[in-house]
């Protein structure tokens, strides 16, 4: 009876309604499935209680319909301004009282139900296929870069996963991968194993990531600079394939042996610029034309592990070969577009190396009150490294006499090796439930030694050889101290600190620069350093209530480094660190963080963090120069960092998520005091993140997501220098709708919309890029 | 006579016009019934949370170690940090718990779940299971210098926080401090090239890499924490004599006017050189 009376009520409230507004609507003559619930909103309007679903059918459409006629009516009757507000807010006044009416006693609902649908676990295999495309307007590469997607259509695998029974007894097999076409992106796993006996996995990956080879833009001429490949988009691909087996027999020590084949290959943006003429009656040169990398790397690794548990103890022993062929370069125009002044640099930089490492560990806990665990290093490296920076007209030319005007070399070789020890002592002790005390200690000693020769250039027709050695000894210790206790209930404090001290030598000889008594002399020092590295922090966490915690936190750290220059016969002492005889860093910090859960369903995790570093140097007093001895503070660095997260669901079928950060951070050099070519380093920024996620019904998902990234830290110090300051906006758009068409099959789309400006290149950077994608996953 | 109709401008009536989309969109929507509710993990319907103790029943491997993580320190006695602990991250795991772990908990990051990256797109969102979003709850910052235009390819799913921190064990970094590995190793397994031994060393590379790349993402190309002279100048003290500028007692004066002091045919050898005492090339 209760039923029939609201139905009464509400389909009598819609009549009157269609009275007045001399306008009908619709009843569904098909009746509903038993289960099937009113809506929050009309649940609320003036309806108590639950419906059967028949009724609800016919309740749900009338009232539908009404609230579409009342609209029109209304539409009809009010000026279009007034209209649209009035129009809104009703709506708002209906979303709110709906809000208040949602429906929050369904089935409780596990997060696989969400994200998965139902039956996450009986279906255990998928594939999820892609297609889409990348459009972009604008700076190419620069979205390419930013976005790291490839400008056109891309298709295949986004996601793979298959498991089931392998070829052998009791062996299961799974292979997990995905292949995007165009993208160069892709990935394959294979693992086949039989539980607690052996396993094997292969492993094979590439991914593209893309630079923007743009360089500076001058101002007064309207002048953009760019690579030698010009605005063309640079890729460098990385990737590895790897084998990895295992034996894992109960009793026995469990044996791992792995392969890795990784590299690095393509061309990559540099923040080297060569010089341009950019005022050429007074031939004002600033360095504004980049350079880009060749980069060419391929290592080889082999691990072997043997792990075993016993007298309580885990062992541990690795060794690790690794074989590295580094193929690198740089090619540089000069004075790009400048008839008769421009030229090219190659820069080629050739390196093989072996490195050997072998490790034991032992971890151990001791009557549940004491952790240790200790373990040892050895590593040994041998490099054997050429290379070469030829001017010449073109990219990999031969040494041609009289190009350029800098120093050059040809044939230079040479090696490096290097010998590392290791081994360090940690201890977790718990006297007391509420203590815990961690000490620890880490010794290295490690040397090296290096040399090379070749033949140095000039511009005029001169070469001179050159030979160049270098080593080094030192010894690390570090000790530390953890603490934490508990004993005030809702409460954690914890400190710790870390001091580190280092004795070694730096002995550097040769080295080319000077060719025919032009340049520098060669270098002749030998520097005693010693170092002592203090780190103190303390932290507390409380929660005063179930909703609320406040987390504190702070450091101390004090880098002082000594050096004893026994000779440096550098005339000028611009060898570093050859002209002074005291650094110290030194850096302040403090946080602390606000976790807020307002409503069940609201939230709140505010943040902030400054940060304060202090670089000061006293220099090696040189009477020549004016250089006293006083100690002088070289760069003050602070920051400001604010955050803060919102999550609500302010509606059970509304989820809102946002972010947002303020960074305020500076660089202050007394450069910027002596100079207008120099200013204070500006590396401020702030970023706000707003994400609504709507179930639109029961299979059906809307997600949307807005993204907004500002710096403003260009300032157009042309005149004086060269402009570097960051200054660049990003707004981007994304929607996903997500369908459950069946448990089995899921299907969805998304778009976004990209729109970035660059102030530094004065909009050459700018680009507007569109993605397309839709997916569609079939689990079985 | 007062005219009462007020109008939009052209800006104003788009945004009225998409308010009202958007609230026809919700109004229309809320006319259908669901039985799903929206969630935001690490909370879903129907979960709550029953404390680290519990998870130490089953998982008595991983809680036995994460007493020496830098994430214990977190964890209180007391109701009101009951879920402070693995629960922080993997969110409340009653279900998880009463199902006898045949329901995962809301982050369990296993394969199957929502993919963990995007394979390549820098969405503006992460997608809600990988492992990034959990971290970002707590780390903001970190999730903003993931955002800014140069960064780590972390958004786009190639690499993730664990590859460099340890959630479960130890310091969080998984070198430095008292570990066998020094802080650099984790920079150079996939940077080998800035390894060396070179010739003629950069000092600064004693004090890290981060001493001039912020590894997550950063304003500057490279990851730099500045992207002009200031960035070398922090140490290399300048002496102003007359109108000279002095940097380590050579003239630089007109050198500082064109470009950084890594450009322009300078110091290019920024991580060391196997030639120039100066690092110049």
């Known amino acids: 009876m209760k039923t029939r009376r609201n139905r009464t009520s509400l389909t009598e409230n819609c009549r009157n309604r269609r009275k007045v507004l001399e306008c009908g609507g619709k009843r569904s003559a098909t009746p509903l499935s038993n289960g099937v619930r009113l809506p929050g909103w009309i649940r609320a309007f003036g309806v108590i209680g639950s419906l059967e679903s028949d009724v609800t059918a016919a309740a749900l459409h009338d009232a539908s319909a009404c609230f579409e006629t009342f609209l029109r009516s209304l539409s009809q009757c009010i000026p279009s301004g007034t209209r649209l507000a009035a129009s809104l807010f009703i709506l708002l006044l209906l979303m709110g009282v709906s809000v208040i009416g949602a429906d929050t006693n369904g089935p409780p609902m596990s997060a696989q139900d969400f994200f998965e649908g139902n039956g996450t676990n009986t279906y255990n295999n998928w594939v999820e296929l892609t297609t889409g495309g990348f459009l972009t307007h604008g700076d190419r590469a620069k979205a390419e870069s930013v976005q790291n997607w490839n400008n056109g259509g891309f298709g295949g695998i986004q996601d793979l996963h298959l498991q089931g029974n392998g070829p052998f007894t009791n062996t299961t097999v799974t292979l997990d991968g995905h292949s995007i076409y165009d993208e160069h992106n892709y990935d394959v796993n294979a693992r086949m194993e039989r539980s607690g006996k052996w396993f094997m996995q292969l492993h094979a990956n590439n991914f593209r990531t893309w630079s923007d080879d743009i360089g500076g833009f001058y101002p007064p001429t309207g002048a953009q600079y760019y690579g030698p490949k010009g605005s063309s988009p640079l890729a460098l691909d990385r990737g590895e394939y790897s084998f990895l087996g295992g034996v894992t027999l109960d009793g026995l020590p469990s044996i791992t042996f792995g392969y890795t084949h990784s590299y690095r290959y393509g061309n990559e943006d540099s923040t080297i610029w060569a010089p341009v003429h950019v005022n050429p009656p007074a031939a004002t040169v600033q360095g504004l034309a980049p350079s880009l990398y060749n980069i060419d790397e391929r290592v080889d690794a082999f691990d072997l592990n043997a792990k075993k548990f016993i007298w309580n103890t885990d062992l541990a022993l690795g060794l690790h070969y690794e074989h590295g062929d580094l193929n690198n370069g740089l090619d540089t125009t000069f004075y790009p577009g400048e008839t008769g002044v421009q030229y090219d640099r190659t820069i080629a930089d050739k390196n093989t190396y072996d490195l050997f490492t072998a490790t034991a560990t032992g971890e151990k806990w001791i009557k549940q009150h004491v952790f240790v665990s200790a373990g040892g290093m050895v590593a040994n490296m041998d490099n054997n490294f050429s290379g070469s920076q030829i001017f010449g007209n073109g990219f990999g030319v031969p040494y041609v006499p009289g190009m350029g005007v800098g120093l050059g070399y040809y044939n230079m070789a040479g090696d490096s090796h290097l010998q590392d020890y290791v081994m360090d002592l940690n201890v977790l002790t718990i006297p007391m439930n509420t203590l815990c005390i961690t000490p620890g200690i880490r010794a290295e000693k490690e040397s090296w030694n290096a040399n090379s020769t070749g033949i140095g250039t000039l511009a005029v027709p001169a070469q001179q050889s050159f030979d160049s050695q270098s080593s080094r000894d030192v010894v690390d210790v570090c000790e530390s101290l953890d603490l934490r206790y508990t004993g005030f209930t809702n409460w954690v404090l914890s400190a710790g600190g870390r001091w580190e001290e280092s004795d070694g030598n730096l002995d550097q000889f040769g080295g080319l620069s000077q060719v025919d008594g032009i340049g520098a002399p060669p270098a002749t020092n030998y520097v005693d350093d010693t170092s002592l590295l203090q780190k103190y922090s303390a932290g507390a966490s409380w929660y005063p209530l179930r909703r609320l915690a406040f987390d504190f936190g702070g450091y101390y750290k004090y880098d002082s480094y000594n050096y004893s220059a026994d000779a440096n016969s550098t005339p000028d002492g611009e060898t570093y660190p050859g002209y002074f005889s005291v650094q110290d860093f030194q850096t302040f910090d403090g946080s602390c963080r606000v976790t807020l859960h307002l409503l069940q369903s609201l939230t709140l995790i505010s943040r902030y963090e400054y940060q304060l570093s202090i670089i000061d140097t006293t220099p090696t007093p040189d009477p020549a120069f004016g250089i006293t001895g006083n100690e002088i503070q070289t760069s003050r660095m602070h920051s400001h960092v604010i955050g803060q997260n919102v999550s609500w669901v302010p509606w059970s079928r509304l989820s809102l998520n946002a972010g947002f950060s303020y960074v305020l951070s500076t660089t202050k050099t007394p450069a910027s005091q002596e100079t207008a070519a120099i200013l204070n380093a500006e590396n401020n920024y702030w970023t706000l993140n707003f994400s609504p996620s709507l179930v639109l019904d029961d299979k059906t998902d809307l997600t949307l997501n807005y993204f907004y990234y500002q710096a403003d830290d260009y300032q157009n110090n042309s005149s004086s220098g060269v402009p570097l300051g960051a200054g660049s906006r990003e707004h981007a758009v994304t929607a996903v709708l997500t369908r459950r068409i069946n448990p089995r099959l899921r299907v969805s789309l998304q778009y976004g919309y990209y729109n970035y400006n660059d102030a530094l290149t004065s909009g050459n950077s700018n680009f507007q890029a569109h993605l397309v994608m839709a997916k569609m996953m079939l689990r079985f | ?281």
Not at chain 2, 32 to 53: E, K
Request: contains cysteine.
């Open chain 2, 1 to 281: 006579m007062i005219n009462r109709h007020f109008k939009f401008n052209k800006n104003g009536r788009r945004t009225v016009v998409l308010a009202g989309a958007t609230l026809l969109l919700l109004a229309a929507i809320s006319c259908t019934t669901v039985y799903r509710t929206a969630v935001v993990l690490p909370n879903y319907p129907g979960a709550t949370y029953i404390g680290s103790d519990q998870c130490d029943t089953c998982h008595d491997d991983v809680c036995k170690d994460f007493a020496t993580a830098d994430h214990a320190r977190l964890m209180a006695r007391g109701n009101n940090a009951l879920n402070a602990g693995c629960e922080s991250c993997h969110g409340p795991c009653s279900v998880h718990s009463d199902s006898g772990g045949d329901t995962l908990p809301p982050y369990s990051f296993k394969p199957g779940r929502e993919s963990r990256s995007s394979y390549g797109a820098r969405l503006t969102d992460p997608p809600a299971r990988s492992q990034e979003t959990v971290c970002y709850q707590c780390h903001a910052d970190v999730r903003a210098q993931f955002e800014l235009p140069i960064h780590h390819p972390v958004p786009e799913g190639e690499m993730a926080c664990s590859d460099c921190h340890d959630p479960h064990k130890g310091s969080i970094m998984r070198g430095g401090g008292t570990a066998l590995l020094s802080e650099n190793e984790m920079c150079l397994r996939c940077h080998p090239a800035e390894r060396g031994p070179f010739v003629f060393e950069h000092q600064a590379l004693r004090e890290g890499c981060t001493t001039c790349h912020n590894p997550h993402g950063s304003i500057n190309d490279k990851l730099l924490v500045a992207r002009d002279s200031n960035l070398c100048l922090r140490c290399h003290f300048v002496q102003n004599v007359g109108t000279t500028i002095l940097i380590g007692g050579a003239d630089h004066t007109i050198r500082l006017q064109q470009g950084t002091c890594w450009t322009a045919g300078c110091h290019e050898a920024v991580h060391g050189s196997r030639v120039n005492p100066a690092l110049q090339f």
